[in-house]
């Protein structure tokens, strides 16, 4: 079977994503108490890979615009290849802080920049071509914590050999991936040839904001972003006072990654035969649904089942929203749009724990799933009303 420049794109991202998972799942948090820092320190380096994601990926999308995708991806590659060894001199919390945000570029460059290339690549059949790509990504998150965690269980006894084991084996995944991006060709130097020469920078942006469809979509996308880190955040401590073991948890949580990557082919299929934004809506509305149903069930079997329903209408959603925006944005702008969703998506990934997290305090654990589904609620009127009313 030839390796196509999408399957090579798509095994790209599977090595990227592992990389960048295995670094923090479950080690993250592990090494911080390692270093002496408590509950405060681990929630501050956790968010600031997603801040550099919320600062970095619109950004990294105008410039994949401008110079290549394929330049812009090396340039990912360089950090997904160099962070993992600078763990290596970590001594102190600061010192982990600063590697995290030189790490988070890798992520917040890599994945809008290679969604547009996908972009580039497919006018017909984008939604499950996107699908398969993310499917892909989503393979690689799901392998991480469990070699992650494996490797941290072996030298249980010397943390300090168990972390650089790990850090070394990130290395060479990304190290695979900067090798893997030289044999890649630049997808969309034809298309940047056809469309001729950019708008000013300044000019593209305004556009982009100004475009509602775009906008809305990415407002959906950053709603369904919020209720996944609310869900991933919170469902252990509610599920432990449901009475569940960690085993239990850890299938519910598992699950609902296995649901995501089976079914966004499948949807976004289906996004292209049968159009975006029905789909785009009806996925927020069940997902709203599902998770405000989360923060009464209290059996294996129920929250089990809401997390791979829940994992089923994400799916519905992300598999036909970046397609959408793709669909609206200019030829040649791609790279812009699909950054803009990347830091919205970042932005709503980083509010659902802390918003929830607040909730969770001041009225218990199952309003921080309540606060989920009104945000979704509100996402889904907002995407209904800018859909429903035509264009300015």
Same mark, same amino acid.
């Given at each position: 079977?030839?390796?196509?420049?999408?399957?090579?794109?798509?095994?790209?991202?599977?090595?990227?994503?592992?990389?960048?998972?295995?670094?923090?799942?479950?080690?993250?948090?592990?090494?911080?108490?390692?270093?002496?820092?408590?509950?405060?320190?681990?929630?501050?380096? %956790?968010?600031?890979?997603?801040?550099?994601?919320?600062?970095?990926?619109?950004? @990294?999308?105008?410039?994949?615009?401008?110079?290549?995708?394929?330049?812009?991806?090396?340039?990912?590659?360089?950090?997904?290849?160099? @962070?993992?060894?600078?763990?290596?001199?970590?001594?102190?919390?600061? /010192?982990?802080?600063?590697?995290?945000?030189?790490?988070? &570029?890798?992520? #917040?460059?890599?994945? =809008?920049?290679?969604?547009?290339?996908?972009?580039?690549?497919?006018?017909?059949?984008?939604?499950?071509?996107?699908?398969?790509?993310?499917?892909?990504?989503? &393979?690689?998150?799901?392998?991480?914590? #469990?070699?992650?965690?494996?490797?941290?269980?072996?030298?249980?006894?010397?943390?300090?050999?168990?972390?650089?084991?790990?850090?070394?084996?990130?290395?060479?995944?990304?190290?695979?991936?900067?090798?893997?991006?030289?044999?890649? =060709?630049?997808?969309? /130097?034809?298309?940047?040839?056809?469309?001729?020469?950019?708008?000013?920078?300044?000019?593209?942006?305004?556009?982009?904001?100004?475009?509602?469809?775009?906008?809305?979509?990415? #407002?959906?996308?950053?709603?369904?972003?919020?209720?996944?880190?609310?869900?991933?955040?919170?469902?252990?401590?509610?599920?432990?006072?449901?009475?569940?073991? =960690?085993?239990?948890?850890?299938?519910?949580? $598992?699950? /609902?990654?296995?649901?995501?990557?089976? @079914?966004?082919?499948?949807?976004?299929?289906?996004?292209?035969?049968?159009?975006?934004?029905?789909?785009?809506?009806?996925?927020?509305? %069940?997902?709203?649904?599902?998770?405000?149903?989360?923060?009464?069930?209290?059996?294996?079997?129920?929250?089990?089942?809401? $997390?791979?329903?829940?994992?089923?209408?994400?799916?519905?959603?992300?598999?036909?929203?970046?397609?959408?925006?793709?669909?609206?944005?200019?030829?040649?702008? /791609?790279?812009?749009?699909?950054?803009?969703?990347?830091?919205?998506?970042?932005?709503?990934?980083? &509010?659902? =724990?802390?918003?929830?997290?607040?909730?969770?305090?001041?009225?218990?654990?199952? @309003?921080?799933?309540?606060?989920?589904?009104?945000?979704? #609620?509100? %996402?889904?009127?907002?995407?209904?009303?800018?859909?429903?009313?035509?264009?300015?």
């Amino acid at each position: 079977m030839a390796v196509t420049p999408f399957k090579m794109l798509c095994g790209v991202g599977l090595l990227a994503i592992f990389s960048s998972t295995i670094s923090k799942s479950p080690a993250l948090p592990l090494f911080v108490s390692h270093l002496g820092g408590g509950p405060a320190a681990v929630g501050l380096i %956790a968010s600031i890979s997603a801040c550099t994601g919320i600062l970095c990926s619109f950004p @990294a999308g105008i410039l994949s615009d401008k110079i290549g995708r394929k330049r812009m991806l090396i340039f990912s590659a360089i950090v997904f290849a160099t @962070a993992p060894f600078l763990y290596l001199l970590v001594r102190e919390i600061w /010192q982990l802080a600063l590697v995290r945000f030189y790490h988070g &570029l890798a992520t #917040a460059i890599f994945l =809008p920049v290679a969604m547009a290339m996908v972009s580039d690549l497919f006018q017909k059949g984008r939604g499950e071509k996107m699908g398969w790509f993310s499917t892909a990504t989503l &393979l690689g998150r799901f392998m991480a914590p #469990a070699l992650g965690g494996a490797i941290l269980g072996f030298y249980a006894t010397d943390q300090t050999t168990g972390f650089h084991t790990l850090y070394l084996v990130c290395g060479i995944a990304g190290l695979a991936v900067f090798l893997s991006l030289f044999f890649l =060709p630049d997808l969309n /130097q034809r298309t940047q040839k056809k469309t001729g020469p950019h708008p000013h920078w300044r000019e593209g942006i305004k556009e982009l904001l100004g475009n509602r469809g775009i906008m809305m979509t990415c #407002a959906v996308e950053a709603a369904i972003l919020f209720a996944y880190g609310t869900f991933e955040t919170f469902l252990p401590a509610h599920a432990l006072k449901a009475g569940l073991n =960690p085993y239990q948890i850890g299938l519910c949580l $598992s699950s /609902q990654i296995i649901t995501i990557a089976l @079914a966004k082919p499948v949807m976004g299929r289906f996004s292209d035969r049968h159009g975006r934004p029905q789909q785009i809506l009806v996925g927020a509305v %069940a997902a709203g649904i599902c998770i405000a149903f989360l923060s009464i069930a209290d059996s294996f079997i129920a929250l089990l089942a809401l $997390s791979i329903l829940l994992g089923l209408t994400i799916s519905v959603v992300t598999s036909a929203s970046a397609a959408h925006i793709a669909d609206q944005s200019k030829d040649g702008a /791609q790279g812009s749009a699909m950054g803009i969703l990347g830091s919205i998506m970042d932005m709503g990934h980083s &509010l659902g =724990p802390l918003l929830g997290g607040i909730l969770a305090a001041s009225f218990g654990l199952p @309003a921080s799933f309540l606060g989920a589904c009104t945000v979704l #609620a509100a %996402a889904s009127l907002l995407f209904f009303l800018s859909q429903a009313r035509p264009a300015a």
